[in-house]
């Protein structure tokens, strides 16, 4: 699996939106890794930010 599907099942996963930190957290995945993978896929429109700095998916 690759760093977006991990970031993307994490917030899946979630009940609510998480920072970017909460994701890191989860994932144990490098930040700037996590930053790229929800670069990534907010351009694919998989995931969507409630507010700034939050994310979940769609």
């Known amino acids: 699996m690759d760093s977006k599907e991990i970031v993307l099942q994490a917030l899946k996963s979630s009940d609510q939106p998480l ?3 909460d994701i ?3 994932t144990g995945l490098d930040k ?3 930053e790229k993978a929800i670069k990534d896929l907010k351009d694919e429109g998989l995931i ?3 507010k700034r ?3 979940k998916a769609k």
């Open 19 to 21: 920072k970017t930190q």
């Open 48 to 50: 969507e930010s409630p």
């Open 53 to 55: 700095c939050y994310y």
């Open 24 to 26: 890191v957290e989860k």
């Open 32 to 34: 700037k890794e996590v």
